[in-house]
């Protein structure tokens, strides 16, 4: 008896392996996942979009505008061209503004640029509570600057403010302060370092923490002294940091603001009045938007030099 045989199979062929795509369905599609990155990273840039265009673009444009025209608030503008620049050269406090705003920066600079970057020195070489002293030294720039130029304001009082009555605990002679023309600049010098040098003391310290420690160990060997360590290995280390800020400060100061409108009122003898503090005068108690304005383009041309300058070093290797 034969037993029934299996019918033959044939071996198996290999699974169809599909075609090449068609080039141009390939190239597309990472094409489309970059235009789908883009599209996503547009989006969430479209909020801050519409805020700077609303709330910097816009009055800076309208500004500009102004700056040529007769404007009232409710009244329909008058095109005068260069009448405003022209009646705000008349200006007797115009050159004073400038002046005060330029001596208040120069000033700034010699104190409020060298303290921070002293004390940086000093908190960097401290071995025990940092912490602490980094909050001590950062405290006044979360005060709100209103409150900051009140407590100053009650500080610097002739009669029976806190820097007079120390000044007669050490016997010595008491000062007007902003009620001097001769000192009222420079008090509000020191309460803009007081209220603002605690974020520059950080990054300050920040950049000196970043110094490799085999520099001082080397000058050390070498014989330098603290000053030689300072001035032949730390500034040099720094030297883009300082001015960095220096340009900054130069930029923030000459916007100086706060204090002269709540201390002195740009007094005594218009010894305060500074441009931020003309243009507030011009726009609120003149109703003299065009003029306001014009001084705004001036200041604003100003700044821009300074602004293209910190660009330009900013995009540099160094």
Known sequence: MKTAQAPHRSAAAPPATPGPRPAGRAAAAPLRRRLSHQARAYGFLVGGLICFALFSWYPAIRAVIIAFQKYTPGSAPEWVGTANFTHVFDDPEFGAAWRNTLTFTLIALLIGFAVPFVMALVLNELRHAKAFFRVVVYLPVMIPPVVSALLWKWFYDPGAGLANEALRFLHLPTSNWTN???????????????????????????????????????????????WQRVRHVTVPQTRFIILMLMLLQIIATMQVFTEPFVITGGGPENSTVTILYLIYKYAFLYNDFGGACALSVMLLIVLSLFSALYLRLTRTDD
């Open 180 to 226: 001097g023309a001769d000192t009222a600049l420079l008090s509000l010098v020191i309460v803009a370092t007081w209220a603002n040098m605690g974020g520059t003391v950080l990054i300050y310290l920040a950049a000196l923490q970043g110094i490799p420690g085999e520099l001082y160990e080397a000058a050390e060997l070498d014989g330098a002294n603290i």
